[in-house]
């Protein structure tokens, strides 16, 4: 077999942001408020700081404003919660983001929770998911939202496929294999305690690695003709699928980097700029 097809989500990242910021500047024109976009970051670990000034500076170039509140790594639960009910209650902002992790002291669920569903553009709440799980609208996780995008972007109808998700964490694997079997996949969760991995990802025409670890899957894993989704981003720029190898099989794959990191933020500022027109009274 002939080698798998790259799927660009760098390049349908850009043509997402290139349409967000159209409508941006639309709204900033109809209504004299840009959209805007709070980040709130719990202490100074390095790798968050990094996403954060990341989100930042693509949302100041899509036309969304972004109003920054950094808060000391001895923040209580309640201090957080309380930062992030006056976003929630500002009539100025349209999106809230807390990144995330917000450190071992502070009960993370209720701080997602003082966001309101609204302003939830990174898909986090509770009222997020289950909205998502029914297939109402509301905001998704932007990582599995960014994924299904890209299988649509390559005519992947996820209906009636066998479909592994290997991760099943609250943020990633668990939302996109409800996305998954939204679109009517036989759906398929594998994760740390599953007997078998390579036996189970073998009968899969979509496998999305969502673990965070080198490699895991391997080329011999894959269904010659599979559709593989490589979420995984570890260090040294390597994805949770051996790329070289299951290249050899797959029909389409994405690369790390360039497959689905760049989707993530591309999701984030579109659903960021939907809030705002809503809020807005534009939709
Ligand atoms: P996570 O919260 O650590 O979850 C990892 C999941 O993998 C867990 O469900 C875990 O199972 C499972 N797992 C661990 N070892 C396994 C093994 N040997 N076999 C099968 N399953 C195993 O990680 P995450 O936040 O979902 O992130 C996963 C990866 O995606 C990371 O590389 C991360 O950097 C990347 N990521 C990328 C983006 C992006 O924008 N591209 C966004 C988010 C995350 P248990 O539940 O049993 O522990």
Known sequence: MSQAQLM?????????VEETAKRAAALTGRTGMAPCLATVLVGEDP?????????????????????????PAGTTTAELVDTLK??????????????????????????????????DVDGVTLSSYSAMSFGL????SCTPGGIMRLL???????????????????????????LLLGRDAT??????????LSSVVREADIVVAAVGRPRL????????GAVVIDAGYNPGNVGDVDFDTARERARLITPV????????????????????????GLR
């Open 47 to 71: 790798a968050s700081v990094t996403y954060v000034r990341m989100k930042q500076n693509r949302s100041r170039k899509a036309g969304i404003e972004s109003r920054h509140v950094a808060l």
């Open 152 to 178: 649509d972007e390559y005519d992947v109808d996820p209906a009636g496929k066998r479909a592994v998700v290997v991760g099943r964490s609250a943020i990633l694997g668990k939302p996109v294999g409800m």
């Open 187 to 196: 759906v398929t969760y594998c994760h740390s305690r599953t007997i078998g």
């Open 137 to 140: 609208p509301g905001f998704v």
């Open 86 to 119: 006056a976003l929630s209650d500002d009539p100025t902002v349209h999106g809230i983001l807390l990144q995330h992790p917000v450190g071992p002291h502070i009960d993370e669920r209720a701080a997602f929770e003082a966001i309101a569903p609204e302003k």
């Open 257 to 280: 980097p360039g497959g689905v990191g760049p989707m993530t933020i591309a999701v984030l500022l579109e659903q960021t700029v939907t809030g705002a027109e809503r809020q807005l």
């Open 8 to 16: 660009d989500g760098a390049g349908l990242a850009r043509r997402i």
């Open 217 to 224: 899957i391997r080329g011999e894993d894959i269904k010659p």
